[in-house]
């Protein structure tokens, strides 16, 4: 998908990519620029065994770093909501994620697409962390090879990359929850 004429997006594109691992929950933004409707059905993919069995809940939130001048007149960062983001701005998706069931849930990955706007920067949370170029081979990125359009193979970099997944090292038992995060800059 084309970036709108300003070449900025607004909270509802970005969250766009939110909405592949998060429940509809109506947070997937109202009018706004609609980014990889096809994450939708990778999530489903990906989440819908696991969702199923374990009742797992998703809320994703995104977030941006800007300066803020105080009263005194000292400029300091804060991480708000994302609202207005310009090319070359970073955002950080925040993953929660909650075992609302009645069982204990094993397992458990997490799998968020990376929008084609945005360039992958890093991810954390427990457990192990992989990353994807294509979306079915998953690994450390210093792992991962691609193929240029001349044909020659090369290491993986961060902009190949198309996927983020979580491994959460333990199970979660139920009412349990935690965190995942990945950052990553417009384009």
């Known amino acids: 998908m084309k970036l ?3 070449k900025a997006l607004n909270a ?7 909405f592949a691992v998060a429940r509809a929950s109506g947070q997937y933004g109202r009018g706004g620029q609609r980014l990889l409707l096809f994450a939708v059905a990778i999530a489903l993919f990906w989440f819908g ?3 199923a069995r374990a009742s797992l809940e998703l809320k ?18 804060k991480i708000v909501p994302a609202s207005r983001v310009l090319p070359g ?7 929660t994620y909650v075992n609302k069931g009645e069982h204990t849930a094993g397992q458990v990955a997490i799998t968020n697409p990376i ?19 294509d979306g079915k081979t998953y690994g450390p990125l210093a792992a991962l090879r691609v193929t240029d359009v ?13 996927h983020v997944r979580w ?3 333990s199970s979660l038992k139920p009412g349990e929850e935690g965190k995942v995060s990945f950052r990553a800059r417009l384009k």
């Open 12 to 18: 509802s594109a970005v969250q766009g990519a939110a």
């Open 167 to 169: 491994r959460i090292a």
């Open 49 to 51: 065994a696991a969702h």
């Open 60 to 77: 994703n939130e995104v977030f941006q770093e800007v300066e803020v001048k105080s009263a005194d007149g000292k400029t300091e960062r």
């Open 150 to 162: 001349d044909g020659k193979e090369r290491a993986a970099k961060p902009s190949d990359v198309t």
């Open 89 to 95: 701005t970073e955002v950080q998706y925040v993953v």
């Open 115 to 133: 929008p084609k706007e945005l360039e992958y920067i890093s991810a954390a949370g427990l457990g192990e962390v992989e990353v994807s170029v």
């Open 4 to 6: 709108p004429q300003k």
